[in-house]
């Protein structure tokens, strides 16, 4: 998968798990944080995103919140994150 193809895909699946009906891929910036001040997403919807990512892509999450926190930052973090996985199960 391209660089590309992982982001358009992390789009998706935001989009999809978490029913923002309001939202298209395409609206969601790739630099821009998924929580807070960004997209606005709380602890739920990061529940959901991960399990939903996990499922996608195969990845695994830390145990270590605050590595979460990082990986869960943007969809750039999370494609470095599925990059990084990928890279490591070749």
Same mark, same amino acid.
């Given at each position: ?5 992982? +982001? ?6 935001? @989009?999809? &798990?978490?029913?923002? +009906?309001?939202?298209?891929? &395409? ?7 998924? /929580?807070? +001040? ?9 529940? +959901?995103?991960?399990?939903?990512? *996990? *499922?996608? /892509?195969? @990845?695994? /999450?830390? &145990?270590?919140?605050?590595?979460? *926190?990082?990986? /869960? ?8 994150? @599925? ?8």
């Amino acid at each position: 998968m391209t660089r590309e193809e992982i +982001e358009a895909k992390i789009k998706e699946t935001i @989009v999809a &798990s978490l029913d923002l +009906e309001d939202l298209t891929p &395409s609206d969601i910036q790739t630099d821009v944080p998924l /929580f807070g +001040e960004g997209l606005g997403l709380d602890s739920i919807d990061a529940l +959901e995103l991960g399990m939903a990512i *996990k *499922k996608a /892509f195969g @990845v695994t /999450f830390s &145990s270590d919140p605050a590595d979460n *926190k990082k990986t /869960f930052y943007s969809v750039k973090t999370l494609a470095d994150h @599925v990059e990084a996985q990928q890279g490591t199960a070749q």
